[in-house]
């Protein structure tokens, strides 16, 4: 096949992809509206040693793994819920909230994802606040100048995460499109030993055509 033959393939299917393309579109979008916004929320604390000393960095760095699991467990969630006052079990609590190390910037970033956006806020800062109170309570035990503070960088911030209703309606596009060209290889294949023109003849047989036999009228 040729370009050509490619064009008329696209002239004649197009709407097949288009029609998809849109029909997805317009189902991810509505279905994204119906869904319940969820927000979340960021909290950073900076995890600094009391001195410049490479040795008390690095081991630093090693603990922010121990600070995400000491934050990531529902004796955390429970703890919240009660300084809070939230509606919810430690183990849905436990569910929304994730800490994430950070090795680059040494610190433990806390994300909440809530319906609430302020609560979302309310309890990932609860979560820092913790954390720093754990810290507070380890360097008591050491020397001022082996000791790790645990700071809060700022107040925490929250953002829509989903739905996105126009990322969800692109997506659904390319998708509708790509299905719609798998549609049309299927077709075409099923449909390749028709003949409809000379030059579907001559594609088969791999022949020329001399002369043909004029229509009937």
Avoid: C
Avoid at 63 to 73: A, E, G, H, T, V
Avoid at 76 to 97: C, F, G, H, N, S
Avoid at 103 to 120: F, N, Y
Avoid at 190 to 203: G, M, P, T
């Amino acid at each position: 096949m040729n370009l050509l033959d490619y064009g008329r393939i696209f002239a004649r299917r197009a709407w097949i992809m288009i029609l998809l393309a849109v029909l997805a579109a317009g189902a991810s979008y509505y279905l994204a509206k119906r869904q319940e916004p969820i927000y979340r929320s960021v909290q950073t604390v900076l995890i600094q040693p009391a001195r410049t000393d490479n040795g008390l960095t690095i081991s630093s760095k090693d603990m922010l793994s121990q600070y995400s699991l000491y934050l990531n467990s529902t004796y955390r969630a429970a703890k919240v819920i009660d300084e809070l006052q939230l509606d919810m079990t430690p183990a849905d609590l436990y569910t929304v909230v994730k800490a994430v190390p950070d090795q680059l910037t040494i610190s433990i970033k806390i994300s909440v994802d809530l319906p609430d956006g302020e609560m979302a806020n309310r309890v990932a800062k609860a979560y820092g606040e913790q954390l720093v109170q754990f810290r507070n309570a380890e360097n008591q035990k050491v020397q001022r100048a082996d000791q790790v503070l645990a700071i809060l960088q700022d107040d925490p911030t929250y953002g829509l995460d989903h739905p996105r209703p126009i990322i969800n309606a692109a997506a659904g596009a390319v998708l509708g499109v790509i299905v719609g060209a798998i549609i049309i290889f299927i077709l075409e294949y099923l449909e390749s030993s028709v003949v409809r023109r000379r030059e579907d003849l001559e594609r088969i047989m791999d022949i020329p055509v001399l002369a043909t036999i004029p229509e009937a009228n």
